[in-house]
């Protein structure tokens, strides 16, 4: 451990630790077309497929809380995530690995529990379990999960493709994976020591959202028979805002979303509502949503906006101009990237 000129990780946080550890990364192997940096990275090793490489880490006490996540929903969430970073990049999810160190707390009906979430997803995707590696842990649980797809070559979809003008189109609805994770805290402190359960009644849909979520093979699928082809793509998995960012960010340009636009459902709009949080502020900065955030060329408006559940949220301008979020009321506000702090 470095003692001395020591730097807080917090003063960069998630994506500035990212870019400063792997900015001097250059691949040696001809096969490496894209590294570091997108959902996943892009290899060539054969002339008519590009092979996707994605890896996801999850850890207990900062990205799950078991004493209300069930071990199955567990595993199927941890396959999904990451089958989500190889469709944002117009890709097909073919096999996975799967690395876990383990406490003395679990046993092996635990792990059981864990694999069946994990094969069920796998059988909806057709995604195969080829490998992985067990090990012993002091601190809880961690899950390591590595996916390969493949694409075919030229039509993987990179985050920095975007240009002026396109328009910037979202699937599903946002901000509810974060009230199902508020909801399910509330409930924890609210019953903690008591005989009593937590009362989750009429919340059914945002529980799912945040215990499982679906990733959106059906809108990759939508695209290719609708014959779109997006000009960068991303999935949401720290808040709208951010994704947005990093795509404006890597195609050097800027954005304007509308506030009226953003799709919330009902039951996410119910519990900010109870909860005394901003919605807007759920949609843009909750993440774990695992929706699709993609731009494609004005052309083909009339295409998307006919598609079913995606929904067409502001478009594409200049990098002068910034990233933006136009209010209902028409303000002009800045768009931040929250992301993930280590001290969270």
């Not at 969430?77 to 990451?82: F, I, L, S, T």
């Not at 096999?95 to 864990?114: H, P, Y």
């Not at 901000?175 to 909801?183: I, S, T, V």
């Not at 900065?285 to 598609?307: C, Q, R, W």
Request: some cysteine; overall charge negative; charged content about 25%.
């Amino acid at each position: 451990m470095n003692t001395r000129n020591r730097t807080e990780i917090s003063t960069l946080g998630e994506f500035g630790l990212i870019e400063h550890l792997t900015s001097n990364l250059a691949a040696t192997n001809k096969e490496c077309i894209k590294g570091v940096g997108d959902d996943a990275a892009i290899l060539h090793y054969s002339s008519d497929e590009e092979i996707l490489v994605t890896t996801d880490l999850l850890m207990e006490g900062i990205h799950f809380d078991l004493t209300y996540f069930p071990l199955k929903h567990l595993g199927y969430k941890a396959a999904m995530v990451n089958f989500s970073d190889i469709y944002a990049m117009n890709g097909t999810p073919k096999q996975i690995t799967v690395s876990v160190a383990l406490s003395k707390k679990f046993c092996i009906e635990d792990m059981e529990d864990f694999y069946a979430g994990l094969k069920l997803a796998c059988q909806q995707h057709n995604v195969d379990i080829v490998g992985g590696d067990t090990s012993a842990s002091l601190t809880g649980l961690a899950i390591s999960i590595t996916v390969i797809g493949s694409a075919k070559r030229g039509e993987s979809i990179k985050r920095s493709g975007a240009k002026e003008t396109d328009l910037i189109c979202v699937s599903g609805n946002l901000g509810a994976a974060y009230m199902g994770l508020q909801l399910l805290e509330r409930e924890k402190i609210a019953t903690a020591g008591k005989d009593m359960q937590p009362d989750f009644a009429g919340k059914e849909y945002i529980l799912e959202r945040q215990l499982k979520p679906e990733a959106r093979k059906d809108i990759i699928e939508r695209l290719r028979e609708e014959h779109i082809i997006p000009t960068s793509m991303i999935d949401i998995s720290d808040g709208l805002s951010s994704e947005l960012m990093h795509i404006c960010r890597q195609s050097n340009a800027g954005c304007r979303i509308y506030e009226e636009r953003i799709p919330i459902d009902y039951q996410t709009a119910i519990m900010a509502e109870e909860l005394n949080i901003n919605v807007i502020t759920c949609a843009l900065n909750g993440g774990d949503d695992y929706e699709l955030l993609f731009t494609v060329p004005i052309a083909d408006h009339e295409k998307v906006s006919t598609m079913k559940d995606v929904h067409i949220i502001g478009h594409i301008v200049s990098q002068d101009m910034g990233n933006a979020l136009i209010t209902r009321d028409g303000v002009e506000m800045e768009l931040k990237a929250q992301g993930w702090s280590n001290q969270q």
